[in-house]
């Protein structure tokens, strides 16, 4: 039972974690959280793309904390499962890092 309500809240958590919500294109870069890293750490798109985040780090909690203007370009409370995407709406250079582990620090450019 277990397995199915992570993949149900992985769900949730992708459509509920779009940045400015509406229908769009499917996220054109995936971020992986493995290894205590973000892979790639820096990742560039364009006005109106999407980014997903994927867990899988086992039981290695992360999120993605925004440290920019976007108040909307956060992720929530660490997690140890599931898929989280952003759709940036504005160009500019974006930089995050997961709260529980300070090192790991990610940048998005936007053009």
């Known amino acids: 039972m277990r397995p199915a309500l992570g993949v149900t809240l992985a769900a949730a958590v992708l459509v509920a974690g779009c940045g400015g919500g509406g229908p769009g ?52 409370g660490p997690t140890t499962t599931g898929t989280w995407s952003y759709r940036f709406r504005k160009a500019g250079t974006y930089t995050y890092h997961c709260d529980v582990h300070p090192s790991m620090i990610g940048t998005i450019v936007v053009s």
């Open 25 to 76: 294109a499917p996220p054109v870069a995936t971020v992986t959280m493995q290894n205590v890293a973000y892979t790639p750490a820096n990742v560039s798109v364009r006005v109106g793309d999407a980014i997903a985040w994927v867990w899988a780090d086992g039981n290695v909690p992360h999120n993605i904390d925004g440290a920019s203007d976007l108040s909307t370009f956060d992720s929530g």
